[in-house]
């Protein structure tokens, strides 16, 4: 089991900046890959931004040269700089972890981007 605790979320203006952090804790060991994904109200969820043990990262073409996602091995956390946020990146953020057998997600972190 791996447990995923999410920070950092809360409410900008358009134009604005926010860091989302995510803390892995259990069963690190058989993580993969981590990243975040997002749902907005009325859409499904999709992803955002990854990044494996190996340091490659994905970026959803609609984020791409505003967010940047990194990691601290050391500290088992994942972090998402998010820059020049637009109203349409409002939504619950979620942090992922993959594993070889599972895929766990924390509970979510509200962002809101007003215009």
């Known amino acids: 089991q791996v447990q995923l605790v999410e920070s950092g979320g809360g409410l900008v203006q358009a134009g604005g900046s926010l860091r989302l952090s995510c803390a892995a804790s259990?069963?690190?060991?058989?993580?993969?890959?981590m990243g975040w994904d997002r749902q907005a109200p009325g859409k499904q969820r999709e992803l955002v931004a990854s990044?494996?043990?190996?340091?490659?990262?994905n970026y959803a073409d609609s984020v791409k040269g505003r967010f940047t996602i990194s990691r601290d091995s050391a500290k088992n956390t994942v972090y998402l700089q998010m820059n020049s946020l637009k109203p349409e990146d409002t939504a619950v953020y979620y942090c992922?972890?993959?594993?070889?057998?599972?895929?766990?997600w924390g509970q979510g972190t509200q962002v809101t981007v007003s215009s």
């Open positions: 990044i494996t043990i190996g340091g490659s990262t």
């Open positions: 992922t972890a993959d594993t070889i057998a599972y895929d766990f």
């Open positions: 259990g069963s690190v060991i058989n993580i993969n890959a």
